[in-house]
Every structure is written in C-alpha cells, then in structure tokens.
C-alpha cells in the first residue's frame, strides 16, 4: 500500500481489504469485481478513487485526469452511479392501533385510558383474542394443528445393534422394515438407570418368546443372547407417526403382534 501510495506500483488487488478506509489521491481508475446490494458500500467503493483532488478536477489541461471506474458486476445497474443513486423509498410505518372514546368521539391510543381528551374510563376488558398460529411445529406443539396420522408398515425384519451416543451409555438400537426399506428405529436403555432402565426392561419383557424373570443388564450380552438363538418377538406390524421436521424422529405409537385372534392384539408405545 506504502508503494502504490507513493507511485511507485501501478495497480493494487484486494479482496474486501481496500473497500472502505482506504485513503490514495492517486487512485485514477477502479477495476469492481465484487457486487454488492448495499447502496451505502457501493458509494464507499467508489469513494476509493473518486474522491475529487486538486489533480483530478483541474481545468489546465485538454483532458481531465478524473477517475475511471470499470465495473464488471452490475452495480450501477443495480444502484446507479454515485451521483446519482437510485435509493428505496422507505417503507410506511404500521400504523398505531386506535379506539374511539364512546364520550367525545375521539380517535386515541388503544392502551390510553382514562381518555386524554375527556377523561373517560373505560372499563377493564380482556386481551382480544390472538391470530391462531400459522401451520409450523409451535402450532403442532400448542395443540392448534393435529399431528399427522401414523403410517401402518407390515414389519419383515427386525435388526438390533449397539449405539454409543452422546451420553456415552450405550443403548440397543432395534431397526424395523418392511421389505428392504427401514421405516423406524427405536433406542432401548438397558444400561440406564431410573424411569429409562424400567421402560427398557418392561420393552425387553414384553417380546420374551416365554416369560422370564431375567433380562439383560447389558447391552452387549443382549446381543449376545440373540446371536446364540434367544429369539426376541416380532412384531406384525407397526404404526408410525412421521417425523415432524429435520430435527425430528418418526415415533412408532402401537404395536401389532401376531396372533390367532380374528383381531390383532395392539399395544401402544411407551
């Protein structure tokens, strides 16, 4: 910068370094490769070289020194040149919301009371009722908008495995398809303690082939279990609820499992 200030560097290349603050009388021609939609950082771009010196403006001369600006990224279609900027009208203010006094007729604010122009009280009333949201998960989650209905899949195959998550406590991951599609997955914690470990054990207990007062306490013996023939239940099929948004997970609400019955036996998720 020293040297092109000096004169002693015809041309300098920047990248958002030299748009604002830079200061060289010098400068006679500007070379814009950046677009911008800031009317303001336009003007400032510019400023670089189009500040008017003593050299620039002088008449001695046939020709005027000035400054040429080359402007390779439709800025001044977009904002026009400097002098003579094309600027957004301001967008109108929201209106303050209004009553009219019952008394004197007259237009005050809604949260005014007594009336500054007659005095009159009005009587307190409640809030007036709010816009329902609009169809988003706060909606879902206010009770406003139902959720979508569960999907019913007729479950092939059930995959179990181990899954180390952010916790760091492991848990069995069980994978459910239909076909060769895997429509919902569940995490059972058997390694966990409290409210956790219950619906762990109480799920275990539930797909024993024959019930039994031991279950596993570790996930890699349960997967042991089953790799030596211990057969857990398969469900006929499953009902999912999809997944709400990216953030979420599909939620297996009820189980069917087989059975003799004209009816299938339905037990709802914990």
Known sequence: VREFRAGRLTALVSVS?????????????????????????????CGRGMRPTEAKCSQDTDRKRGCLVLDF??????????????????????????????????????????????????????????????????????????????????ISRVAYSKHLGKSGVPTLRVDYFAGLLRVASEWVCLEHTGYAQQKAVSWWRNREPRPMKICPTEIQQALDWIDNGFELKQPAAIHVRPARDVKSYPEIVRYEWPSTETKPVLQHAA
């Open 17 to 45: 370094v030299l748009t604002t603050g830079f200061d060289a009388p010098v400068t006679d021609c500007m070379i814009m490769a950046r677009p911008t939609i800031s009317p303001v950082l336009w003007v400032q771009m």
């Open 73 to 154: 990224v439709g800025n001044v279609q977009r904002h026009g040149p400097i002098d003579r900027l094309i600027l957004k009208e301001p967008s109108p203010k929201k209106p303050k919301p209004k009553k009219t006094c019952p008394e004197c007729q007259a237009e005050i604010s809604v949260f005014a009371n007594p009336c500054p122009e007659c005095g009159y009280v009005f009587e307190p009333g409640g809030k007036p009722p709010a816009d329902p949201p609009k169809a988003n998960k706060n909606a879902i989650i206010a009770g406003i908008q139902p959720p979508p209905p569960p999907v019913r899949y007729a």
